[in-house]
Each structure stands twice: as C-alpha cells, then as structure tokens.
C-alpha cells in the first residue's frame, strides 16, 4: 500500500501535502508498532492523535490535525482501492486551531513594496493584491488564462473549489499587457523570473528575502491574498461575492474578514 499511495502522492499531490503524510506516519510508526494496513483503525488513530496533543505545549495544535488528516486520507484512499473494509474516520479527534488576526497591508504599504521590486516582480504583487491569487496560481498562470478582451482572469481548480473568473483591476491590467509586450515569443506562463518562474516555493522565498531588510512591515506573498479580501470588504463587497473570488469552497472560510465589514452591513 506505502509504494503504491506514495507513487498516488507524486503524482497528485503538492509536495506540502506529501510532507505532512510522511511526517505523520512516521509519528504513528514510533507511536505503534504496524505490520498490517488493517492494524491502522480510526480507535488507533484517535489514540495516537490525544497521545501527539498531550506532548504540545500550548492550546492550538494545527500541524497536529494536518498529519491525523493526511493518514486519514490515505485510509480513506485504501478504502477507494478496497484494501479495507469503510470505517468511521470522521470519528478521529480534531484540536483546537488558532485562526489568528487575519494580516493585511493597507494602500500605501502596497505603494512602498511595489517601489522595491522590478516590473516582473510586480506584476507577482499585483497578481496576488489586486486579483487574490495564491502563490500556486501565480506560479501556473499562463497566458491563455489571461483574457483581456472580457477583462477577467480564468483561474483552474485547485484544492476543493471549482474554477473562477476574477476581474482584473486597472493596475493589474496595464502590468499584464506590458508584460505581455516584454514576453519572449513564445514563452507560456505569465511569471517570468527566471528558470523557477514556475516554482510557488522559489517565490515565496525570493519575496520573503527581498522584502525582509527594506520595508519596515511583516510582509509574504499569502498576505497578498488576504489584502485583496480586506480591501473587498472594507469597500463594502459582501462576503458572499468575497469567496466567490477568492475561490472559497464555503463561505465560512471567507468569515475571517467579516470584522472589516462597514458599518452599514454590520
């Protein structure tokens, strides 16, 4: 079952979510000794879960629930195969997250972090600030997902939502045709910083670097995302619009922002 599901992972998986399963197996592992895949049950999987939870200092346990989810859905997956008869595993335990203040940068901060960045570079900030866009997506985005005749911007299925249109904003427009006008003939994807334009984690990285000593403000390509969402609300957009955009798939992942809402829709 491991070689199989492994070789499943690599080829649908992100490498983050392949992270977390084998983090998690191994934590299971050296929790109990496993020979079988039918040894695994949802009773042992919540015995390991309250037993990982005791060992965390503090409330919240995210990266906690991410590993139990991972091996979770690897069962879930032996099922699909039918190498175990169903089980409950909804049954697991789940802990406590902290969901945190959601972070955005105002106008102005926006403003100094497109001052400290190429033309390329910018467009990876618009891209996220002006159209919500998550670093996946920007890594991907290609020119035939651009359509500038209906002013939108097709975004593919990722995660659990369907695709999405977001339109594009004015500043994001004019950086997109002169990137346009930029792009060797024939180049595919819209991101073009290099050999790993097309890496998420290359830029991430990059943009955690350049940002780091010459803004005086937390800054990660994320951030981006929840700006454009604040912004929405701020101008008075309902939620419900909100998470259509960003590709929510329920609007209580889209609930986070409520708080920037006027006062009108309070």
Not at 15 to 27: A, V, W
Not at 237 to 260: F, N, P, Q
């Amino acid at each position: 079952f491991l070689v199989r599901y492994r070789a499943f992972l690599k080829a649908s998986r992100k490498p983050g979510t392949i992270q977390y399963f084998e983090l998690g197996l191994k934590k299971l592992l050296a929790f109990r000794s496993i020979e079988y895949l039918s040894d695994i049950t949802p009773a042992l999987l919540d015995e390991f879960a309250i037993s990982q939870k005791s060992k965390i200092k503090g409330v919240f346990a995210a990266g906690l629930n991410r590993c139990v989810r991972a091996l979770k859905t690897a069962m879930r997956q032996a099922e699909f195969w039918d190498l175990i008869p169903p089980q409950n595993w909804r049954k697991v335990s789940k802990f406590k997250e902290s969901k945190g203040r959601v972070e955005f940068h105002t106008p102005a901060e926006i403003k100094q972090i497109l001052k400290i960045f190429n033309k390329d570079w910018q467009l990876v900030v618009l891209l996220g600030c002006r159209a919500g866009l998550r670093r996946g997506e920007i890594a991907v985005l290609k020119w035939a997902d651009v359509d500038f005749k209906n002013n939108q911007i097709y975004v593919s299925p990722n995660k659990t939502e369907k695709h999405r249109y977001i339109p594009i904003a004015t500043d994001l427009h004019a950086a997109l045709l002169a990137a346009k006008r930029r792009a060797p003939k024939g180049v595919q994807f819209v991101i073009n910083v290099g050999e790993s334009r097309n890496s998420q984690y290359f830029l991430s990285a990059y943009y955690l670097k350049a940002t780091k000593d010459k803004l005086d403000f937390k800054c990660g390509l994320h951030k981006l995302r929840h700006t454009f969402a604040s912004h929405l609300v701020q101008q008075g957009v309902d939620l419900y619009r909100v998470s259509k955009l960003l590709g929510h798939s329920s609007i209580k992942m889209t609930e986070i922002y409520a708080h920037l809402a006027p006062a009108d829709l309070k």
